[in-house]
């Protein structure tokens, strides 16, 4: 589509028609396509550092409140309630070394349960 573009001189109608007669057999873009391809080429792309976050350090402690409050709050209400992105709570969680975890409800263990289990188990090696 590039290439395209540029044979038709910048044209966004031009270079849909010669996109058109050059490949019949494929889908034939919408001219925005043309118009996104001017944009990106206009725009100057900036390099960032992979990983890099920036967040507040209001935005960071009020996080961190959010989990010694209820660390089984999830990742999604934490953002909610202190107004940034769910990513940069799992950062900001990630550079204090928090793991996720998903808290599950589990039945009680009695006394007599352990009894009940090895039973079982002898049970079920016989069978």
């Known amino acids: 589509m590039l290439l395209v573009y540029g044979k038709a001189r910048k ?3 031009e270079a849909k028609a010669l996109y058109g ?3 019949p057999d ?4 919408h001219d925005k396509y043309f118009h996104w391809l001017e944009r990106l080429l206009k725009t100057e792309i900036i390099e960032e ?8 350090e209001e935005a960071e402690i009020n996080t961190l409140a959010c989990i010694e409050v209820d660390p089984t709050t999830s990742v999604r209400q934490i953002a909610a309630n202190v ?3 769910r990513e940069s709570v799992r950062n900001i969680l990630k550079k204090h070394k928090f ?3 998903k808290y599950q409800v589990h039945h009680h263990l ?3 349960d352990h009894q009940r289990m090895l039973e079982f188990c002898n049970w079920f ?3």
């Open 21 to 23: 007669q050059r490949y």
């Open 11 to 13: 044209n966004r109608r």
């Open 26 to 29: 494929r889908t034939q873009p």
């Open 99 to 101: 793991k996720p975890f």
């Open 110 to 112: 009695y006394e007599a």
């Open 125 to 127: 090696m016989v069978q």
């Open 49 to 56: 550092e992979p990983n890099e976050f920036i967040v507040s």
């Open 83 to 85: 107004g940034i992105g």
